[in-house]
Nanobody, 115 residues
Framework: VQLLESGGGLVQPGGSLRLSCAASGFTFNRHGMSWHRQAPGKERELVASINTSGRSTTYADSVRGRFTISRDNHENTVYLQMNNLKDEDTGVYYC?????????WGQGTQVTVSS
């Protein structure tokens, strides 16, 4: 199982980033996917999740209306579109695959929001 995140970087407040997580080594369309983040000195928190078909999504209150999670089951990739970024969105963003008795994490990608 491999989850490879990309798309992180430095962005000014109010800016946008799109994170990608390319999955391999398992049957992607049988697993839910989620994005989590961890800020320095804080615990890892759930940002958004999406079910196997992509028709059901959930969001943390802090990002609802600004972030959008989506998936492409043909490309085995899950995305996180982040708009109107704030300083408090800074952290390492991880994708996770779950389901069928499996949980797997990617290595993370750094997102820094700063002027």
């Amino acid at each position: 199982v491999q989850l490879l995140e990309s798309g992180g970087g430095l962005v000014q407040p109010g800016g946008s980033l799109r994170l990608s997580c390319a999955a391999s080594g398992f049957t992607f369309n049988r697993h839910g996917m989620s994005w989590h983040r961890q800020a320095p000195g804080k615990e890892r928190e759930l940002v958004a999740s999406i079910n196997t078909s992509g028709r059901s999504t959930t969001y943390a209150d802090s990002v609802r209306g600004r972030f959008t999670i989506s998936r492409d089951n043909h490309e085995n990739t899950v995305y996180l579109q982040m708009n109107n970024l704030k300083d408090e969105d800074t952290g390492v963003y991880y994708c996770k695959a779950f389901g069928e008795s499996m949980i797997s994490w990617g290595q993370g990608t750094q997102v820094t929001v700063s002027s």
